[in-house]
């Protein structure tokens, strides 16, 4: 008994005193502490690490310290959000999804990065507009990621350019090739299926919100969209109706089994599905623009990952200088060489070092960048998305027609707009305030 | 001088109290009283320019107009009432096989034991894959017998995607069930049943007339646990459909932590979360209050 009694109190202190420690953050000898959080695994971790190494021995008066944070996107926004709404002055850079920064931004947790003056013209335009919020630039991109088709190179001569093709080449070479499945994407009731979504909407010519802001996820091409989705399930059979329980990685298994004509997914997929020791398809696959109507353009998601310094931040100018660094070409060259996530910079694209590091061509993967559509860049966009998802999966999973659960969603979401005030309406009145101002 | 020995003992017992009553506040009352603060106050962690003003009942008003509250609490009522009514049967039965099994009870009880154990989440896991398609083991069968031609996707139906959920949850906890019903069983005075027999009471009569009523208060326990639990559903949904498809499996402990935590509007999670004290807090209130009568009617 005794012995269990000091031993809870040996404990109790060790624990006390490791809070201390950790709590009082005294700079080192003059230099600038900034903390990053991140990955804690894996080769992401690494090339990190090796990359932070390198700034701090260009720049000696700043030490960054890497702070592990999970992998998982749910939990990183969670625990972000603690941070940053108890006003905690570390993290100071904030590593957010293309879809955090205008909430964060709206929130006050990021500070406004247009004083540095970044030359943001050398960054695809479409990250740039992902992470402004109301006229204001708030983090830098990282790394790019977009939603591409992979077809089968060696069951067809030529990507579909629209949806009828699609339907038509997957039926054709399903009888013919006796494939199960024709197209799989992923349609479990979660973020993907939005992404997913997005793209069959932009190439029918519909968007979710419109520039000034209105919800058009009722409007005739967003029904057009989503009743192609189905009937490509129900109708034609070329979609398996178990792509509804799918998340990436199902959809590549059955790709890379050989199952499938064709498949959408990120990038990521491609450097799985050259390993021959595990593909079925390696050498068999290319890349292509997801397909659209004639009247449209074809759409790819914008996925990726960007930069930001925490409003909070004690030093923020050593924060941008570590964000400059990262976002520099030699470092995302190095990125993409390790661990295959493609820059943000169009001009890398062309530079011989990409072609040979990565297992898609380059230009190809840059018409596609080019392509890229933002998610709706609001604060309240995982609400929307949401609601949407929700709306989406009953239809899909035929509870609801497509007019009827688009309709319902297109409700929710404008219900939630004007509640928070950022319905076109308010969003003109207080753009009318602010020039007053 | 008894009567200073008398208050020293009643300081004495205050001291013995007060930490586990300290620790009742703390972890129980307080954030109770925390989550009521919450709940009448709007509170967007997302939305920090709206500041956290006292909204009085808003949240209660807006969780009451909206469908998807409604219907996450019109689930988790089906799925209490079913997967209960299942287990309590299911243990009952269970409870007199293993009575009046002789030999290897003792292997068929920590057998049964095994399920109860192991870590919602993980029977959670390993039910999803039995039942995930192409490659689950019961689409595989239901081929094999010849019930269906093509795999079937059970996670799609809104309202077949109940049956792995209410299986898993069936197969969990009948276990827990069937062991507090068998202690029961086991304190039933031999006696009786000689008597009865004596009496030329069948066995059904001995079953319906002694066994039953001498199990009310085993039953009771039972049934209030699983209800509250039932009730409260939440790690099996989420790792198995969560909610889906649509939000046809949605309880509402699963649209609460949506709300909270998803979504970060702790004003309104908080409002749910209140509505799931009051529901189970009536429950075990009427719960209790049967179990009294119950002892009551022993005891006379």
Redesign the interface.
Known sequence: MPVHCRRCIVLIVAALLAFSTDGCRTPVSQSRVITFPGSAVGAEAEVLRRQLHRFMENHPDIKVVQRPTPDAA?QRH?LY?QWL?AGADDPDILQLDVVWTA?FA???WLLPLDRFAPDINSFFPSTVIANRWAGTLYALPWFVDVGMLYWRTDLLDHPPRTFDELSHQAAMVQSRAGLPFGFVWQG???EGLVTVFLEHLGGFGGCILDDAGHVMVDAEPAVQALTYMRDAIYQNHIVP??V??WQEEQTRFAFQNGQAVFMRNWPYAAALLTDRSTSQVSGKFAVALMPALSTATPTATLGGSQLAINAHSDYPDAAYAVIAYLTQPAQMLERARIVGQYPARPALYTASELASTLPLPPEQVRRIIEHAVPRPVT??Y??LS?ILQ??L??AL?Q??SPTEALGEAARAMRALLTK?ELDPESRAQQGQSHAEQ | MQSSSEAREARLVWAFILPALGTILLIAVFPLCWSLWESVHLH???????GQPFIGLTNYREALATP?FWEALRHTLLFTSLSVTLELGLGLGLALVLHHASRGRGVVRTAALMAWAMPTAVAALIWRFLF???AGIVDAVLMKVGTTDA?F?W????VLAWVPVIVADVWKTTPFVALLLLASLQNIDLSLYEAARVDGASPWQQFRHITLPLLRSAFLVALIFRTLDAFRVFDLIYIMT???????TEPIALYTF?ML????RFGYGAALAVGIFLVTGVLALLYVRLLDKDDIGAAS
């Open positions: 749910d969670q959000v709404n909430e709206a929130a006050g479990a009731r979660y109706s178990v509804l329980t604060p309240v995982t609400e949401d929700i709306a999966h009953r999973t509870q609801q928070v | 967007d962690l997302r939305m920090p320019w709206r998807r995930e398609s192409p795999p996707v996670f799609i139906d809104p969560s909610g889906g498809p649509g939000t046809a949506s935590f998803n979504n970060l």
